[in-house]
């Protein structure tokens, strides 16, 4: 049982570039979520989504998108990356309920220069 | 938006020490969770409350859902050096999503 897997694990970007952050879970979660965790810091929340077709923006959204097709699937999308995005990204899943809380896939690391 | 104090920001402990932690809502909830992460590594669920003085242990590990359910404390006995990381604590917030602390950093005093 895989539970959430992120790739790529390191990604260097320049200013300007493009990418997709990927993730995949197996649990057959409905709840997804995204989170970036800057240095020394807390996580904040950038998107999540209940179900496949429906996301929601989070505290922190703006130069990110999102979309969820699949149960399994929920890609973060950065487009003309900025230093500012500089980060640990985290994607979590959950099932119903909060008896579990959030299983996290262990992080994508950007650097954008 | 929700208000969660965690405290405190950081600390050093020493093998063998009990370490205390906790968090402050300015709301009521119904659920706390505690969660640690790993240097480099996404974060665990240690433990979860459900109950408005609920004391659960984990290993070494307590938690406690205070009686007002505003506050949550964590305690570690008898640290040992894999213990450190950052602890988060987390409300189950109504809207679909966890509301996390800021974080408990624990290192190792040399």
């Not at chain 1, 990110?64 to 995005?85: C, G, H, I, K, M």
Request: charged share 15%; with cysteine.
């Amino acid at each position: 049982n895989a539970g959430v897997t992120q790739t790529p694990k390191f990604r260097i970007l320049k200013i300007g570039q493009s990418m997709t952050l990927q993730c995949t879970q197996d649990m057959n979660h409905n709840y997804m979520y995204w989170y970036r965790q800057d240095p020394g810091m807390g996580l904040k929340l950038i998107y999540y989504s209940v179900g496949a077709g429906i996301t929601d923006k989070g505290e922190v959204p703006n130069g990110y998108n999102v979309s969820r097709s699949t149960t399994e699937d929920f890609p973060l999308r950065l487009e003309l990356a900025a230093p500012s995005q500089t980060s640990v990204y985290f994607c979590a899943s959950r099932e119903y309920g909060w008896e579990y809380g959030y299983t996290f896939g262990s992080g994508t690391r950007l650097t954008v220069v | 938006g929700q208000q969660l104090n965690q405290n405190p920001q950081s600390m050093f402990i020493q093998e063998g020490e009990d370490v205390s932690m906790n968090c402050t809502s300015s709301s009521i909830f119904n659920t706390w969770l505690w969660y640690k992460q790993d240097p480099g590594e996404g974060p665990v669920l240690l433990i979860a409350l459900y109950k408005a003085g609920e004391l659960t242990s984990n290993g070494r590990l307590t938690a406690q859902f205070g009686i007002t359910r505003k506050d949550s404390f964590l305690n570690i006995s008898a640290s040992i050096p894999s213990d450190v990381g950052i602890y988060f604590c987390a409300l189950g917030e109504y809207g679909n999503k966890l509301v996390f602390g800021a974080g408990t950093i624990l290192r190792v005093k040399s």
